[in-house]
């Protein structure tokens, strides 16, 4: 899983060791930033999984979202919440931007969002399946086809980045399908669960102070 919401161009530096007090309404996270430059080998998988993995074509962004939040909410994913359907509608339909669903048995359970926009490079943008699917097996299946999907380009590099707002197993699954950690950086943003883009009661591991 992964929660998206860094800015392209974020490059910051902390120079202060200590606690550092956030202004009311905000929330912090540590972003680990991962990549591959070589394809790893395949992570194992569960037999009669059921699984299919399809490339949805331009998206309509109410489905988007819909699945979007079905999966992030528990984590505060909330960046494509806040963009508007001219800007979102815009991003899903650009070619660079490859966005597949996980489903079993007709159900949809997972999202994987491909970012193939800066050449020689492959971003894993969002992956993640619906909480009743964690430890299921479903992402092992969904990774496998990412990367291989993402790898059939020959970029240079993948990467991904997740933060510890995401599930505490989020960087050792990302490294045991061959990510590695390279970068760590901090993110400040305003709370999303006060201004009701999210759930009041959303990662209660993260509680809101209001």
Not at 3 to 20: C, V
Not at 53 to 65: G, I, N, Q
Request: aromatic share 8%; with cysteine; charged share 20%.
């Amino acid at each position: 899983m992964t929660a998206s919401n860094l800015p392209a161009d974020a490059s910051p530096t902390l120079n202060l060791n200590g606690y550092t007090a956030l202004p009311p309404g905000k929330i912090a996270a540590i972003v680990t930033m991962l990549e591959m430059t070589a394809r790893p080998p395949a992570l194992p998988e569960k037999a009669d999984h059921g699984l299919s993995l399809t490339r949805v074509e331009a998206p309509a962004p109410a489905w988007y979202r819909a699945l979007f939040r079905r999966i992030g909410e528990p984590w505060l994913w909330f960046s494509r919440l806040r963009q508007s359907d001219a800007e979102l509608g815009a991003l899903l339909a650009d070619p660079g931007t490859h966005v597949y669903v996980l489903t079993r048995g007709g159900d949809e359970i997972g999202l994987v969002e491909l970012d193939f926009r800066q050449p020689g490079e492959v971003e894993l943008a969002f992956f993640g399946v619906v909480p009743e699917r964690v430890g299921s097996g479903a992402g092992s299946f969904m990774m496998n086809r990412a990367l291989a999907l993402a790898w059939a380009s020959a970029p240079r590099r993948v990467h991904v980045h997740t933060c510890t707002l995401d599930s505490q197993g989020a960087v050792a699954f990302y490294m045991r399908a061959g990510f590695r950690p390279y970068e760590r950086l901090i993110e400040v943003a305003d709370d999303p669960r006060l201004s009701g883009l999210l759930a009041a009661d959303a990662a209660p591991h993260a509680p809101l102070l209001d």
